[in-house]
């Protein structure tokens, strides 16, 4: 998203200059270049519209009376294009007119600017178009945010609803009473991932807001780390997957808050498993800080598709979606992007590291 318009950012800018007269299209570009933006120029109505369509800029600075195809004429057929009729138009004219005048903000124009130029009032006017372009794509670009959003949610709410759904229904019709403990079984592992998923979302709300207090206590993370093995027996058993613990036999004990860090390493497994193929392994390996300066380290490991290395930020952002080569399903949700706040806010960090020969490495570091 693009930051509010300030002088600092004018370069982000780009300002498409038409004008069938030289010397005038040379003192918009000098103008504008000097005070950072980035200028492009169009001799004439045909060639402005070949310019927009390659390249659409932030702001057109079009002259009125041009060859071929005047400014009214250009306006209009950007209005008529979707993608172009946001882009504001600020008309350049000799004409005094009121007439004429209201003939181009009727076409589309924004503003406009008299002949001969006032620099001053070119770079007001062009300023304050911007300003309201910028806040424009502001808003489309938070709008398209809460879209993606509010999909995401829906469908990572459906699955476990779906399944559960399913699971009802066939218990409903009175299977055999093993039947019906497994089926009570993933009812119940459904709804977990459910509320899990839901807890996610408020923690994140509460931590970036500021609002979530750590209650730290010494902890022994290998009890989390046994604990969120136990939470994922079942989605691990129904692909054969082994589930180990590399530890040390002391207990391995970190100074955090014990329910934020044992999500953290529900939500690391929970990963892993998803995204393993069957008959493979996700280990979960501790390693306690050896001395003063040194970080404690729990690492996450799986044999799953791994994870491009140009994604390896994004998986951890809020409802970040990566498409990794044969995986069953696109890495969405929370879960990573609340990985990296728990450990950001005990003044740690997390990453991810390709595993060999396959697979990916999750890494926390505690300090």
């Not at 489309?140 to 759904?165: F, G, K, Q, Y």
């Given at each position: 998203?693009?930051?509010?318009?300030?002088?600092?950012?004018?370069?982000?800018?780009?300002?498409?200059?038409?004008?069938?007269?030289?010397?005038?299209?040379?003192?918009?570009?000098?103008?504008l270049e000097a005070h950072g933006y980035r200028v492009t120029e169009a001799v004439d109505g045909e060639d402005a519209l070949r310019l927009i369509a390659d390249a659409p800029p932030d702001l057109i600075l079009l002259d009125v009376m041009m060859p071929k195809l005047d400014g009214i004429a250009v306006c209009r057929k950007l209005q008529a294009d979707e993608r172009t009729q946001p882009i504001p138009v600020l008309l350049v004219t000799a004409l005094h007119d009121r007439a004429d005048l209201i003939r181009?903000?009727?076409?589309?124009?924004?503003?406009?600017?008299?002949?001969?130029?006032?620099?001053?009032?070119?770079?007001?006017?062009?300023?304050?178009?911007?300003?309201?372009?910028?806040?424009?794509?502001?808003?489309?670009?938070?709008?398209?945010?809460?879209?993606?959003?509010?999909?995401?949610?829906?469908?990572?709410?459906?699955?476990?609803?779906?399944?559960?759904?399913?699971?009802?229904?066939?218990?409903?019709?009175?299977?055999?009473?093993?039947?019906?403990?497994?089926?009570?079984?993933?009812?119940?592992?459904?709804?977990?991932?459910?509320?899990?998923?839901?807890?996610?979302?408020?923690?994140?709300?509460?931590?970036?807001?500021?609002?979530?207090?750590?209650?730290?206590?010494?902890?022994?993370?290998?009890?989390?780390?046994?604990?969120?093995?136990?939470?994922?027996?079942?989605?691990?058993?129904?692909?054969?997957?082994?589930?180990?613990?590399?530890?040390?036999?002391?207990?391995?004990?970190?100074?955090?808050?014990?329910?934020?860090?044992?999500?953290?390493?529900?939500?690391?497994?929970?990963?892993?498993?998803?995204?393993?193929?069957?008959?493979?392994?996700?280990?979960?390996?501790?390693?306690?800080?050896?001395?003063?300066?040194?970080?404690?380290?729990?690492?996450?490991?799986?044999?799953?598709?791994?994870?491009?290395?140009?994604?390896?930020?994004?998986?951890?952002?809020?409802?970040?979606?990566?498409?990794?080569?044969?995986?069953?399903?696109?890495?969405?949700?929370?879960?990573?992007?609340?990985?990296?706040?728990?450990?950001?806010?005990?003044?740690?960090?997390?990453?991810?590291?390709?595993?060999?020969?396959?697979?990916?490495?999750?890494?926390?570091?505690?300090?």
């Open positions: 998203m693009k930051q509010p318009f300030t002088r600092d950012n004018a370069a982000d800018s780009h300002v498409l200059v038409v004008e069938d007269e030289e010397k005038n299209r040379r003192l918009m570009r000098d103008l181009g903000i009727a076409a589309g124009a924004t503003d406009y600017i008299t002949k001969p130029v006032d620099t001053a009032e070119v770079l007001l006017r062009v300023r304050n178009a911007l300003r309201t372009k910028h806040l424009y794509d502001e808003r489309c670009a938070l709008l398209r945010m809460r879209e993606e959003l509010s999909d995401m949610i829906v469908h990572d709410i459906r699955n476990p609803l779906l399944a559960i759904t399913l699971c009802a229904s066939a218990l409903r019709d009175r299977q055999s009473p093993a039947e019906a403990a497994r089926l009570a079984a993933m009812i119940l592992d459904q709804t977990q991932h459910l509320e899990g998923f839901i807890s996610d979302l408020l923690t994140v709300a509460k931590m970036e807001q500021g609002h979530l207090t750590l209650q730290r206590a010494r902890t022994d993370l290998a009890e989390l780390g046994r604990a969120a093995f136990r939470n994922h027996r079942m989605m691990a058993d129904a692909k054969s997957i082994r589930l180990e613990l590399a530890a040390p036999d002391s207990p391995c004990l970190a100074d955090v808050d014990p329910g934020l860090f044992e999500r953290l390493l529900n939500n690391l497994i929970a990963n892993a498993v998803k995204f393993s193929p069957a008959h493979t392994c996700v280990t979960l390996t501790l390693e306690p800080a050896d001395g003063p300066g040194t970080p404690c380290r729990i690492r996450v490991e799986d044999e799953g598709p791994g994870i491009p290395l140009g994604y390896r930020e994004a998986v951890f952002e809020k409802f970040g979606v990566v498409e990794m080569r044969g995986a069953d399903v696109p890495q969405t949700g929370m879960g990573l992007a609340l990985c990296r706040m728990v450990a950001e806010a005990h003044g740690g960090r997390i990453f991810v590291e390709a595993r060999q020969p396959q697979g990916s490495v999750f890494t926390v570091e505690l300090p």
